[in-house]
């Protein structure tokens, strides 16, 4: 099934989202495969992520230094941007949560490494 078709699927599926379909959904993001579409669709998926899950980015982010097959220099710089998009995206809705209910952030904000 073409990605495009899969993506459109998913932002279909209702929230919140199970924690199998979250990593499957940050495995696209970190594939590399998203190519033009990749800031795009990463801000779609940080918009409908359950906070709950914000930490998954962090393993999605530490999973590109260890792939098998290497990116080229621009490819790791837009797998970087999508994720940058994806975690700014989340942090701002666990900020807005944090500010209207008084409740404290509990996990600490996410550094993408620049590779």
Do not use: C, K
């Amino acid at each position: 099934m073409p990605y495009a078709r899969i993506r459109r699927l998913i932002m279909r599926a209702p929230t919140p989202w199970s924690i199998e379909l979250s990593r499957t959904v940050l495995e696209i993001v970190g594939s590399g495969q998203l190519q033009n579409h990749g800031v795009r669709y990463a801000a779609a998926v940080g918009a409908r992520l359950p906070l709950e899950h914000y930490e998954l980015v962090q393993s999605t982010s530490a999973q590109i230094a260890t792939r098998d097959e290497p990116l080229t220099p621009a490819g790791l710089r837009s797998l970087r941007e999508a994720l940058l998009a994806l975690e700014r995206t989340v942090w701002l809705r666990l900020e807005m949560r944090s500010a209207f209910t008084g409740e404290p952030i509990m996990v600490e904000r996410l550094e993408i490494p620049p590779w």
